[in-house]
């Protein structure tokens, strides 16, 4: 267990909608990441937050988007569902925020898109 | 550019068999940092080990062993006397140098270990 929690670990909804995956990261971390897991793209790099601000961004879609709560919980936002955004979506957490820290990773929200 | 390549997208052993995993990395920055990690069929992605890339000992945890070369961009996973619990995807990533701190995947290698 890495201590990265993620809700709900399945969701299954239709095309068009809004769905929010919720991440917690291990106690004491300060960075949240959000990747996407696809057959097609692999692991792929949303986006990063430290300690409530922006801090990197990688190929996420302007209809996808997040944020980091004064908890330090994180929530990613999907709208506009289209059937490609079928994924295993990860959150990781790391103390820090740069290429030194270990990124530990949550257990994954399965998106189904119908 | 920045990338991870693992070239065996599928491995198959019997158990008790030595595998090794390879994986090549590209970058231009001097300072980065290596991982891998393990994604059972769980699902769940399990860190491994990180080396940076000052540091180019290589490391031995039980079964598995780490072989880092920057002559040739490699970072090759070795499991040594494999178990069907060893059955997985197992991912190599480079964390490039700077502030930021996002991980760029190799496609993975899947392990089949047969008993």
Same mark, same amino acid.
């Given at each position: ?5 993620? /809700? !709900? =670990?399945?969701? #299954? +909804?239709a095309? $068009?909608? *809004?769905? +929010?995956?919720?991440?917690? !990261? *291990?106690?004491?971390d300060l ?10 793209? $692999?692991?792929?790099?949303? #986006?990063?937050?430290? @300690?409530?601000?922006e *801090?990197? =961004? $990688? @190929? #996420?879609l302007? *209809? &996808?988007?997040?944020?980091? &709560? !004064?908890d330090?919980?994180?929530e990613? @936002?999907?709208?506009?569902?289209e ?6 979506? &990860? ?6 925020? $740069?290429? /030194?820290? +270990? ?5 994954? +929200?399965?998106l189904?898109v119908? | 550019?920045?990338? %991870?390549?693992?070239?065996?997208t ?8 030595? %595998? ?5 990395y590209?970058t ?14 769980s ?9 940076n890339?000052f540091?180019?000992?290589n490391?031995i945890?039980?079964?598995y062993s780490?072989?880092f ?5 490699s970072?090759n996973?070795?499991i040594?006397a494999?178990?069907? %619990?060893?059955s997985a995807?197992y ?19 899947k ?5």
């Open positions: 267990d890495s201590g990265v929690t993620q /809700t !709900p =670990k399945h969701l #299954i +909804t095309t $068009g909608q *809004r769905v +929010t995956l919720r991440c917690s !990261p *291990r106690s004491g960075s949240v990441y959000w990747y996407q897991q696809s057959l097609d793209q $692999g692991l792929q790099f949303l #986006i990063q937050y430290y @300690n409530g601000e *801090r990197a =961004k $990688g @190929n #996420i302007e *209809r &996808f988007s997040a944020q980091q &709560f !004064p330090l919980h994180s990613l @936002n999907l709208s506009s569902l059937l490609g955004d079928s994924a295993l979506y &990860f959150c990781a957490s790391s103390l820090l925020a $740069g290429d /030194t820290d +270990t990124q530990y990773f949550g257990p994954g +929200t399965r189904t119908l | 550019a920045q990338k %991870v390549t693992q070239a065996q599928e491995i198959s052993v019997v158990e008790k068999e030595d %595998v090794t995993l390879d994986c090549v590209e231009r920055d001097t300072t980065y940092y290596l991982f891998w990690y393990k994604q059972p069929p699902g769940e992605l399990v860190f491994l080990i990180r080396r890339s540091d180019e000992q490391e945890s039980g079964r780490w072989n070369q920057k002559s040739t961009s970072f996973f070795t040594t494999s178990q069907v %619990v060893d995807v991912f190599c990533a480079l964390a490039p140098g700077g502030s930021q701190g996002n991980l760029i995947f190799g496609k993975g290698t392990l089949s270990v047969k008993p």
